[in-house]
């Protein structure tokens, strides 16, 4: 059973091959060597000092368990990536003239800069020697790919140093530097340690993949503790960074928001003169106006999200897992003080959600985001011709819906989860579109018109000829129409149509009418959250069509019911403050309960959490009982009947995925960061919660 600290474990399984190493060299160059680990003081006394977490060991001990190996054979690789580590560190220390690492005076600083640079030349040679001897694959193919990681690491060290000199470093080219910096000797350990193990290729990259995302994640929250950072848990004066004008990732981010801290930034920190204490607190302050700590904050997660589907990408054993993602969040967590969290200023406290199951992450992710990206800005969904102004690239961006459906749909090939992304996207689109162009206005007759063209372009004869798109709307649903009702049977796509068409009647009986009844309203939100289009997306996501037996089944319904009534209940919890805050807004069955039953607020989010948990507990019996009844009832053959529980299955995930991405997207965060990514946040979210959406009002708005 492995130990708690994989950090522990990583140092005794490394340390005798440090030790040797260093036992390989001059008396002199030994001696910097042993005093930059740790080992000794600068008159050699032994000491019991702290040589470093030793992250890239662990990383390459645990990539080795997690592909059936053992930490044993990834000994070497874990010797061969710290010492290229502090290679970097002895030679880093110099060039930026750091005096202290640690809470010690740096290696420089005690022996002189010569017997520094020579200490770190000989762990690069030593650090090959320990591939070399433990043979192939290692004295091969790692060789190799550590000489690359290494190459990598000078280009950045290189950038990073010729940046100092700049005025106009971009964000995209200081992100490669980061990951050149980091990510390389995190994705390269690893590398080495799956493939100590014999891991076969696709499973070596795929963990590659997850230690280059979590270098960047971790350069992130370095530079972050950078500037805001404990002096006592870094080991590094206060504003370290921005005492030597370090052009870090917060730092560039907010050095091209374009905006008024930004250009009052860009005036003090490219002045030639030193900036005394008050100014670096100015600089700190003004980083934080322009958004660059918290952009800092979400692109720390977005890599964070993007490592943890790469190591799920490579089908790991469960226990090295386990401990790979809590090394990933411990490594990847910003520092606290007024990071962004769900909470914010929220005015009660978060039940304890019971679900069925956690949440699990589609490794397409990234995939999710750029394609739909693309397709917002090609369908006019980002077009600021638009008669109502549409979204932002930056609200597209927070309101991230390719996590939404990396969360709800783990197990989709790319190719759909693009396709029910897109989707998604356009739904909600057309729930903002809604609030901003009829909801504000009272208009119901042209809602009625608009809505009333949107299923010509969802025919249930795919030949058909469509109508020219006259809007963003029409458009989006005539490209996904085509995507996804080709793939489709006749009677599967009556089924999708009649669904769109019952959201489509439910926005309009939203906008005409408004309850405070529980039981009522939760009746008329069944008609506007699109439960049943969004189960088509589902069958359309496993790419197997529920039998017609399971399709029109009130069982299936009930299923179907359970599962989005949780996640509409689920959103009003977080989302109720910002309704509170409308004295003219019902639609929330937190504020429903509360008037109802006369309690306050957190009795309020309690019971509509035991509503969510009463509907987890119908779903499981339905999956559990009903549904299999249902298979032996109509007697289905292999195939159909893998395809209703399969169905069933993929159902499980949309509760915690949903949850999750509450947690997690900018416009369920607290104003402080949501203002500063986006021009308008919504309300609730999700199909059919267009009329309870008002608009933010304080900074940002």
């Not at 990510?183 to 590398?191: D, I, K, N, P, S």
């Not at 971790?218 to 002096?231: A, E, K, S, Y």
């Not at 359309?540 to 399971?550: D, S």
């Amino acid at each position: 059973m492995a130990a708690a600290d994989p950090f522990h474990r990583a140092r005794e399984l490394v340390t005798p091959g440090l030790r040797a190493a260093a036992d390989r060299m001059n008396s002199a160059t030994r001696q910097v060597i042993g005093y930059h680990f740790g080992w000794w003081d600068e008159h050699g006394r032994p000491l019991d000092a702290n040589g470093g977490k030793a992250v890239r060991p662990a990383l390459a001990m645990l990539a080795a368990e997690a592909v059936g190996g053992t930490a044993d054979q990834a000994a070497d690789a874990g010797v061969a990536v710290e010492l290229a580590h502090n290679y970097s560190l002895l030679h880093d220390d110099v060039m930026d003239q750091d005096r202290t690492r640690r809470h010690r005076p740096t290696a420089w600083t005690v022996y002189g800069v010569p017997a520094a640079i020579l200490a770190g030349d000989a762990l690069t040679t030593l650090a090959v020697e320990a591939l070399v001897a433990d043979g192939p694959p290692l004295s091969t193919q790692g060789v190799e790919r550590l000489n690359s990681a290494l190459l990598r690491l000078i280009d950045g060290q290189a950038a990073d140093t010729a940046f100092e000199g700049r005025t106009d470093v971009g964000l995209d080219e200081c992100v490669t530097m980061a990951g050149d910096k980091t990510g390389a000797l995190f994705a390269v350990a690893c590398e080495l340690g799956a493939l100590a193990a014999g891991a076969p290729p696709e499973r070596v990259w795929q963990l590659r993949q997850f230690g280059e995302h979590l270098g960047l994640a971790f350069q992130l929250v370095d530079d972050l503790l950078g500037i805001w950072g404990d002096p006592e848990s870094t080991g590094k004066p206060v504003l370290s960074d921005l005492r030597s004008r370090k052009k870090s990732l917060p730092v560039v981010a907010a050095l091209n928001a374009g905006n008024g801290a930004a250009g009052r930034l860009v005036e003090l920190y490219h002045r030639a003169a030193p900036l005394d204490d008050a100014e670096l607190r100015t600089c700190a302050d003004l980083i934080e106006e322009a958004g660059g700590r918290a952009w800092a904050h979400q692109e720390t997660q977005r890599q964070l999200d993007a490592a943890l589907a790469c190591l799920q990408a490579a089908n790991p054993d469960s226990t090295a897992a386990a401990e790979l993602g809590a090394l990933a969040s411990r490594l990847g967590t910003p520092p606290a003080k007024h990071a962004p969290t769900d909470s914010g200023s929220r005015s009660f406290e978060l039940p304890e959600f019971q679900i069925n199951r956690a949440a699990r992450l589609n490794p397409q992710l990234e995939t999710a985001r750029a394609h739909t990206k693309a397709w917002a800005g090609q369908m006019g969904l980002l077009d600021p011709s638009a008669d109502v102004v549409p979204w932002t690239e930056a609200q597209l961006a927070a309101n991230d819906f390719g996590l939404l459906c990396s969360h709800t749909f783990p197990d989709a090939p790319v190719d759909r989860l693009t396709t029910v992304t897109d989707w998604h996207t356009w739904l909600f689109h057309l729930d903002d579109y809604i609030v901003e162009a009829f909801t504000r206005t009272g208009d119901v007759a042209s809602a009625k018109a608009y809505l009333a063209r949107i299923p010509r372009f969802a025919p249930v004869d795919p030949g058909r000829d469509l109508p020219t798109p006259a809007n963003p709307t029409e458009r989006g649903l005539a490209d996904l129409w085509s995507r996804t009702a080709s793939t489709m049977s006749h009677g599967w796509r009556c089924r999708l149509r009649a669904a769109l068409e019952d959201l489509l009647t439910g926005h309009l009986l939203e906008l005409r009418r408004h309850t405070s009844d529980p039981v009522e309203y939760l009746e008329m939100k069944r008609k506007t959250n699109g439960g049943r289009l969004a189960a088509g997306l589902a069958e359309f996501a496993q790419g197997a069509e529920l039998p017609a037996a399971a399709a029109d089944s009130s069982r299936t319904r009930a299923l179907v019911d359970a599962v989005t009534d949780s996640a509409l209940l689920l959103n009003d919890i977080f989302s109720y403050d910002r309704e509170a805050a409308d004295a003219g807004e019902t639609a929330n069955m937190v504020l429903v309960l509360k008037d109802f039953l006369g309690c306050d607020v957190q009795q309020a989010v309690n019971a509509t959490n035991d509503m969510i948990t009463a509907r987890v507990r119908r779903f499981e019996h339905i999956a559990g009982v009903d549904m299999p009844e249902l298979c032996e009832d109509h007697r289905l053959g292999d195939e159909d009947r893998a395809a209703v529980l399969g169905f069933v299955d993929s159902l499980r995930d949309w509760l915690p995925g949903w949850l999750e991405w509450h947690k997690r997207a900018a416009r369920y965060r607290g104003s402080a960061v949501t203002a500063s990514v986006t021009r308008r946040l919504a309300g609730p979210t999700g199909f059919g919660t267009a009329t309870a959406r008002r608009p933010l009002v304080g900074a940002g708005s």
